[in-house]
């Protein structure tokens, strides 16, 4: 499985329960907040998937 489609499924899951949080508690978030969070989490996680992705390869000849 690749990287890309595990941080954005996980992107979406996250993106889904907080618009559910907010439907059911009635807390108010600021979206672009909430947006800049989540863009920098899950490119954080591609760089950090990617990486781990290269040493391991190159471990295993």
Do not use: E, Y
């Not at 979406?12 to 947006?35: E, W």
């Amino acid at each position: 499985m690749r990287v890309g489609t595990i941080v954005w499924g996980l992107v979406l899951a996250a993106l889904g329960g907080l618009i559910l949080a907010v439907q059911l508690t009635g807390i108010r978030l600021d979206a672009g907040m909430v947006l800049l969070g989540v863009l920098i989490g899950a490119g954080a996680a591609l760089v950090v998937g990617g990486l781990i992705s290269v040493l391991g390869r190159s471990r295993n000849p």
